[in-house]
């Protein structure tokens, strides 16, 4: 039995990795071959699933309720959060840190404007913390943003971290689904050595 469901993925928001990549060229997003996600997709073996019981599903779900959105708002931002924190494996203490360890481990550490990188990582997670913990100044549904100029000046603040976080989303989804992988496992370790006299 097939279905024919329709889902909405035109969001304009989308295309902001575009824009993010042409600025800083980081981090290296190609194009794929449409089997591959279509190989990687199957061997998710989603189906009709209605509820993520995984990481990489909570990624994939977060993603499509981001798709979902057809405005810039501050929900946007907790929707790539969940997706970033699932994606790397997010431990609740040292977030921030963690995080852009984790993104520079899978995707390379920037060889140009590194520091300005490791800023706007922070920047994302700042929002996202003022946001979550009452902070964020919020506007009406459906305002108008020529009766208030700090609208618009938040709604840029807000669509810029969106295209960052959605670029940092996307590059490392392709490794994954040019890798054939379905997870990010991360390890600590430990060595003990004797320094040389």
């Keep these: 039995m097939e279905y024919d469901i329709n889902i909405n993925l035109s969001s304009s928001m989308w295309f902001g990795y575009l824009f993010v990549y042409k600025k800083y060229r ?30 990489i599903e909570r990624v994939l779900f977060a993603l499509l309720n981001y798709s979902y959105s057809e405005n810039i ?7 790539l959060t969940l997706a970033l924190e699932s994606l790397y494996d997010i431990p609740p203490s040292s977030i ?17 404007n590194s520091k300005l990188i490791k800023k706007i990582i922070d920047s994302f997670y700042e929002i996202r913390s003022r946001i979550v913990h009452g902070q964020f100044n919020i506007s009406p549904p459906e305002s108008i943003e020529f009766f208030d100029f700090s609208k618009i000046d938040q709604d ?10 959605l670029t940092i989303l996307i590059a490392t989804l392709q490794k994954m689904i040019l890798s054939s992988s379905t997870e990010l496992v991360f390890n600590e370790r430990v060595q003990f050595r004797v320094l040389d006299k």
């Design 26 to 55: 980081w981090p290296t997003i190609k194009t794929i071959p449409a089997i591959n996600t279509y190989n990687w997709l199957k061997k998710l073996d989603l189906n009709l699933k209605q509820t993520a019981t995984n990481r």
């Design 73 to 79: 708002s501050p929900v946007n931002i907790l929707w």
């Design 96 to 112: 921030i840190k963690t995080l852009r360890n984790r993104i520079f481990l899978v995707l390379g550490e920037p060889t140009q």
């Design 156 to 165: 840029g603040v807000l669509l810029q971290n969106e295209e960052y976080a």
